[in-house]
């Protein structure tokens, strides 16, 4: 894991200490159904459009979607542009309105950036034929968390109905093989039914307040990792066989004071590999939590690893809460694992967690 390490400025540092020391309120509106038969209409009735949420969501969210602006994309022609990053590079620094970038059916081998000064930019993709977003780029080349085939550094930024890869092959134990294929790294930022695929590393879940909904990440190794604050909502993991070691997240947060942590919520848990681990402490004082969750038999007995370091076992937070499978079982799990109780789960299957009713939307439709 040496040589992965998330950045920082003044301002986001700023941002944090506020939202640390900012009580955690829960409504009841907020908390996700038990009965996962129920969550999208639950979701549909509270994250309505803007214009249904006067006074309610964030007034700079208001003010972007009340004229969106929608820019092309055809890799074939017909489009305003025939690469995404060309629409990007069109998107002028301080954007405060919301732009939409559809983004046609194919194959796209770029490596895209989405700069920090341009916020409020979607990638909506066709979900009938989604795009794929393809670059092969290597920590070797350009370090772990810059190797990532999109890289969102902006705030509200949204994608839909993508296919997001890295398309390096399989690290066998070769310095600089990781290979991310999306790291996002700005706030208040959203994925609807996109699939991310790699092997060692694949989402970098950088940092800020995130979003996951119907989701599909495969990767090997560490592959959800980084200091995000993420609730994954009916997202499926799938863990591709690696016969060296398979870890689903290594989150990294390093204080018990720190508010970082991914909360995982009726998802679903499985692959061709054999003896997973949940997490494993590559930081001090990582914070996950298994909700709902299937988990089938990749998942090792024990669940959980404290990185062979005795003391990070008294620092984790690592939670599972009336998950299901063969997988499951808690009868051999770790002893630092939390079984968590009602009231304990309760702030990890809210979207209070993220402060998403602020300014979450739902999937965009053009």
Known sequence: MGGKRTKNDGVYAAICMVLLFSPLVLSQSSQIPADKSKVNSWFSSVIKPVNQRSGTIDPDVAKAEANPKIIKVRKSGGGDFNTITKAVESVPRGNSKRVIISIGSGTYKEKITVPRDKPFITFLG?????????????????????????????????GAYLNIVNSSPMPSGNPGAQAVALRVSGDRSAFYNCKMVGFQDTVCDDRGNHFFKDCNIKGTVDFIFGSGTSLYLGTEIFIENDPRLTVITAQARESSSEKTGYSFVHGKITGAAKGTFLGRAWKSSP????????MSKVVVPSGWSSEMQPERAKTVFYGEYKCTGEGAKLNKRVVFVKKLTDNEAKPFLSLDYIGATKWLLPPPKI
């Open 126 to 158: 066709d979900p009938k034929s989604m795009p794929t977003l393809t670059f092969d780029g290597t920590a070797r080349q350009y370090g772990t968390v810059d190797s990532a085939t999109l890289i969102t550094l902006s705030s509200y930024f949204v």
């Open 287 to 294: 914070r996950v939590v298994y909700s709902y969750t299937d």
